[in-house]
């Protein structure tokens, strides 16, 4: 089943590629995820459905193991973060780079550094050996800043994607069409790499024509600055 989270970011991919392409999107979840796509989208007084696929290169069947990492590593500082705030008024961006398990000692460390710190001031500590932390202070009208992250799942090696790739994932969604066309005759598809984490770090050049499998279009997000439709 789908998280608010997840589909938050599913909506947020979507305005993203709207954006990207020159357009206007209204998005909006779907009611049932059983029997519609996963967000309807109203384009020049139209609406067609949208299913939302992020692509990992190094996926099996068990999964993206990158993405996985990193799916824990956003909850562990997402923990980090709530509990700062429970603590310290002051609004502060932090990167981490190295272990994070030791939330009390993170903590503790956070709230004697940020204390001296003005506005846009950084610092760069130590709390244990195996972890570097920066933290900047942001200005208080920010409020609870908690766009916070794991350096290392953000600098990486790019990879490929392959176009045996790309179809296989269409061949994947395509299974579900005849199922949301009973109330959508418009069914789309939207391809994403968020190039900002490791996990979505690749290329694809178009080479050679992809089976759309019914979808009237195929957009490709290469997150976070262009889009493309790949034609049958």
């Not at 067609?48 to 799916?71: H, N, Q, T, W």
């Not at 003005?118 to 900047?136: A, K, M």
Request: proline share 3%; glycine share 6%.
């Amino acid at each position: 089943m789908t998280t608010d989270a997840q589909k938050e970011m599913e909506v947020y991919f979507a305005e993203k590629a709207a954006e990207n392409l020159g357009e206007i999107w209204i998005v909006k979840p779907s009611p049932d995820e059983k029997e519609w796509p996963d967000l309807l989208v109203t384009h020049e007084s139209k609406e067609f459905g949208l299913e939302v696929r992020e692509l990992y290169p190094d996926e099996s069947r068990k999964g993206s193991k990158k993405r996985a990492i990193e799916s824990r590593n956003h909850q562990a500082i997402n923990s980090i973060a709530e509990k700062y705030y429970e603590i310290s008024e002051n609004t502060i961006k932090v990167d981490f780079l190295g272990n994070i398990e030791n939330e009390d000692a993170i903590l503790s460390e956070l709230k004697t550094v940020e204390s001296d710190l003005g506005d846009f001031e950084h610092v760069r500590f130590e709390p244990y050996r195996g972890l570097v932390v920066h933290v900047t202070k942001l200005p208080s009208k920010l409020g609870k800043y908690k766009r916070w992250a794991y350096v290392s799942d953000e600098v990486g090696w790019v990879g490929e994607l392959t176009n045996e790739k790309i179809q296989e994932k269409v061949n994947e969604k395509s299974k579900e069409i005849e199922k949301y066309s009973k109330n959508l005759s418009d069914v789309r598809l939207l391809l994403v790499c968020n190039r900002r984490l490791n996990s979505g770090k690749f290329t694809y050049a178009p080479s050679g024509a992809i089976d759309c499998g019914g979808f009237k279009e195929i957009y490709f997000l290469s997150y976070p600055d262009s889009v493309f439709r790949i034609n049958s």
